[in-house]
């Protein structure tokens, strides 16, 4: 048999063991070796292979990230529409399962990978279930304390207790005015910002002088000095 697949009768010979399954399925072995066999004797079978994933950018006005929406995207010559989830971010994304390149016959189809580009939103923006937005006082507000009606994206107000002596940063928490999610709905992160009056009247600029001296013994850096020989 050798002789005859490599032309010569008197050159080298292959030796090959009769024990186990017979001569008749370790030369099965050997041939398939040789020839880059795997698991159907000469050659083997090749296995079905998945389909690629796929790429695709979407773009959402704000309120449709927040609410969740239905897109249609142009694939390769088809339109598949994608469920997006509630909340989504931008440059968040979501894998479309099922929705990619198909694949072999038996072998399942790739995935569609969807990039989302959200619109921002002059006010509000995303984080997670939360929504957050900032919230300029003045100083008197943050300093005596006051209560605020605040918007809601639901074009409502609700009051915001903005307590004394309220730094410019903190952030305040309005619950359950947030993104509406299934195990429950985020909060409304509010930052206060204590806005800084770019001209002052006469009146007003001998009240700051007045409130200046009055305050004149308060040293409000003397933390950081302290910490800065840490």
């Known amino acids: 048999l050798f002789g005859g697949l490599f032309g010569g009768g008197g050159g080298t010979r292959v030796r090959y063991s009769t024990q186990g399954g017979g001569a008749a399925g370790n030369l099965e072995d050997l041939l398939g070796g040789m020839f880059g066999g795997g698991g159907g004797g000469f ?21 449709h990230a927040v609410e969740g929406s239905t897109v249609s995207l142009g694939v390769e010559g088809r339109t598949v529409k994608a469920r997006l989830p509630v909340g989504v971010r931008d440059g968040q994304k979501i894998r479309i399962r099922g929705k990619g390149r198909p694949g072999d016959a038996g072998a399942p189809a790739g ?8 619109t921002p939103h002059p006010v509000f923006s995303i984080d997670g279930k939360n929504l957050r937005m900032t919230l300029p ?22 009051k915001l207790k903005v307590p004394a002596g309220t730094p410019s940063g903190r952030v305040l928490r ?27 009247s ?17 040293d409000v850096r003397a933390d950081l000095l302290a910490h800065a020989k840490d």
Not at 111 to 118: A, E, G, K, M, Q
Not at 181 to 190: A, E, N, Q
Not at 203 to 216: G, H, Q, S, Y
């Open 43 to 63: 050659g083997g079978t090749r296995r079905p292979q998945p389909g690629a994933d796929l790429m695709a950018t979407t773009t959402l006005p704000f309120r």
């Open 111 to 118: 995935d569609l990978v969807v990039t989302v580009n959200v």
């Open 137 to 158: 006082v003045t100083f008197a507000e943050a300093a005596l304390g006051t209560q605020i009606d605040v918007p809601t994206l639901d074009g409502q107000t609700v």
């Open 174 to 200: 309005v619950r359950g005015h947030g993104v509406k999610v299934t195990h429950g709905p985020g909060d409304l992160l509010v930052t206060v910002q204590v806005a800084v009056p770019q001209k002052l």
């Open 202 to 218: 006469a009146d007003a600029r001998r009240a700051v002088e007045a409130f200046a001296a009055a305050t004149e013994g308060e």
